[in-house]
């Protein structure tokens, strides 16, 4: 009896494309994360017999902040995926494939752009990054230069938007004048309807006075 083959060309029972785990690695990390944890406990409750506060769980062990805030060269593009469809290979995971937004530096993902733009701006995700929460300060050539730059730009979209004013009198007019002649077209039509229908009418009244001129009064029944 032939085997069952996947979408792939493999065979139905083939797993090998899974992600393979070392059982034992994990099972000795959760071992030793209880143990830290049992050890932590004991000593919050040796603590608070001698009435002092309880240790609180160590944090992730990031380095020292050596830079400045630094200005963000790229557009965040929170918009990019905006009214489109997903197709999410394994929902609930973690990881750039997932729907919402994901910080590669942190490795957390985000489901909408508030929470996204509240992480990349705090200072947890600053220290992965080794910047701190304080701003470089300006120089006045930074400033002028800055100034100039925006000038330039400005300069820039206002030359793109720039039109030919006698062009755009010259369209102004045209549709002017086609208007006028719409209008003046169906003037004319009703015009011409009205004068056939008054021609209609005297054909009829001409019709009536010659017929009886001739004595032909109708072609009605006699009989009464």
Known sequence: MAEKAGAYGTKASDT???????????????????????????????????????????????????????????????????????????PGARGPGQPGFFCEACNRNYRDSTGYLDHINSKAHLRKLGQTTRVERSTLAQVRARIAYLREKTKEASSAKAFDFDQRLAEVKAKEDARRAEKKAQKEAQKEEARLALAKNVAVDTNDEMAMLMGFGGFGSTKK
């Open 16 to 90: 090998d494309f899974r992600k393979k785990w070392d059982k034992e690695e994990y099972a000795e990390r959760a071992r030793k994360k209880d143990d830290e944890e049992r050890s932590r406990m004991q000593e919050n409750e040796e603590r608070m017999k001698q009435g002092k506060k309880p240790r609180k769980a160590p944090k992730e062990d990031l380095p020292k902040p050596t830079e400045l805030m630094k200005r963000r060269e790229a557009s965040l593009e929170l918009d990019k995926n905006l009214g489109k469809t997903m197709v999410v290979q394994n």
